[in-house]
């Protein structure tokens, strides 16, 4: 096989020449002793604040890359042909998923590109290599359909949170949400679904919007042009939010795809420290998360104030 024996790299043998550093990218943070990762590996995963968008690197730049595929469809597709874009002819690409998180059909999303593809299975993983071929099959296509697109008057993209539809959820809170005063954050805000009915409220003076997910951040700066919003790419963990007046949410219950209680709750607890006393939560979430002894916990009241259609509305005073 064409990865196995040969160097791709010039030799490195004494009096061979000065052997070039090859460029290389990463997507996502594959587990430990999975697929090797280059080492100074650009990382180029939207979900990471601070990475490199893979849309900003030229084509055929790039030597090798490993992606952590996404789960949904469009989203795998639009990077894989993103990766493969961004590869010189020749150049390595590693893909992997869980199996059953879109592992199972990535050798036929890759061949779809036109690729030829080692796939071998390896700690409920699937895993392909592949070398990228001189000519892309349908690269321009697959790179539409996850681009980012406006529905209506909204900017959202495959990948992002619920990126097509307002989740029933949001929804609720969005109905149940009295006018806000001062200043505030939304939390996890995505494209700015909540924000946009928050800042409906004249007496809103300022609304940090904060999310991990490039992909929604760049949608919000164009669905929320309030000069009031400031859009900020960051782990709210990390955000040093304080002296808020209200903070709204509809927590996280998934980190990197697999179902993360905890980060609920961790936001629970920041909303608590970045609130003034007395400053009030207002959060939606699906009525199987158990999050009515993390917000007694951190909150001096909490009030149910809607449930319907599996989810619950609570506003949680500090
Ligand atoms: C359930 S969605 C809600 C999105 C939006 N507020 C809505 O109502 O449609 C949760 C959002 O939190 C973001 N998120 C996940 N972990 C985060 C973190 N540690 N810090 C900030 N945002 C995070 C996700 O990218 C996602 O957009």
């Keep these: 096989m064409w990865w196995s024996a040969t160097p791709r790299w010039p030799s490195t043998a004494p009096g061979s020449g000065v052997r070039p550093v090859p460029a290389a990218i990463v997507y996502g943070t594959p587990p430990y002793n999975l697929v090797d990762v280059p080492t100074g590996a650009v990382q180029v995963s939207p979900i990471l604040p601070g990475s490199t968008a893979l849309e900003s690197l030229p084509d055929a730049s790039q030597d090798e890359a490993v992606i952590a595929a996404p789960p949904g469809t469009a989203e795998r597709d639009y990077a894989l042909a993103q990766a493969l874009r961004v590869l010189k002819p020749g150049g390595r690409l590693t893909a992997f998923a869980p199996k059953d998180k879109g592992g199972s059909r990535l050798k036929k999303s890759l061949e779809a590109f036109g690729c030829e593809v080692f796939e071998e299975s390896r700690k409920h993983n699937r895993i392909c290599t592949v070398e990228r071929p001189q000519t892309i099959v349908g690269l321009d296509a697959f790179v539409a359909k996850g681009a980012a697109e406006q529905m209506g008057e909204l900017w959202s993209q495959p990948g992002v949170f619920s990126w097509d539809r307002v989740d029933p959820g949001s929804a609720l809170l969005i109905a149940n949400l009295p006018p806000l005063k001062g200043k505030g954050a939304d939390f996890?805000?995505?494209?700015?679904?909540?924000?946009?009915?928050?800042?409906?409220?004249?007496?809103?003076?300022?609304?940090?919007?904060?999310?991990?997910?490039?992909?929604?951040?760049?949608?919000?700066?164009?669905?929320?042009?309030?000069?009031?919003?400031?859009?900020?790419?960051?782990?709210?963990?990390?955000?040093?939010?304080?002296?808020?007046?209200?903070?709204?949410?509809?927590?996280?219950?998934?980190?990197?795809?697999?179902?993360?209680?905890?980060?609920?709750?961790?936001?629970?607890?920041?909303?608590?420290?970045?609130?003034?006393?007395?400053?009030?939560?207002?959060?939606?979430?699906?009525?199987?998360?158990?999050?009515?002894?993390?917000?007694?916990?951190?909150?001096?009241?909490?009030?149910?104030?809607?449930?319907?259609?599996?989810?619950?509305?609570?506003?949680?005073?500090?």
Aim: aromatic content about 6%; glycine content about 10%; overall charge neutral.
């Design 188 to 318: 996890g805000a995505g494209i700015g679904i909540l924000a946009l009915t928050v800042l409906a409220s004249p007496d809103v003076k300022s609304l940090a919007l904060v999310d991990v997910d490039r992909r929604a951040i760049e949608a919000a700066r164009k669905n929320v042009t309030d000069p009031r919003a400031t859009i900020v790419w960051e782990d709210v963990r990390q955000a040093g939010l304080a002296d808020l007046d209200f903070v709204v949410m509809n927590p996280p219950f998934h980190d990197g795809g697999a179902e993360d209680r905890a980060l609920g709750v961790a936001f629970i607890e920041t909303a608590a420290k970045a609130l003034r006393k007395g400053g009030t939560c207002w959060l939606t979430a699906n009525r199987h998360l158990p999050y009515e002894r993390p917000l007694g916990a951190a909150f001096s009241k909490v009030e149910l104030r809607a449930e319907a259609g599996g989810y619950k509305i609570y506003e949680a005073r500090k």
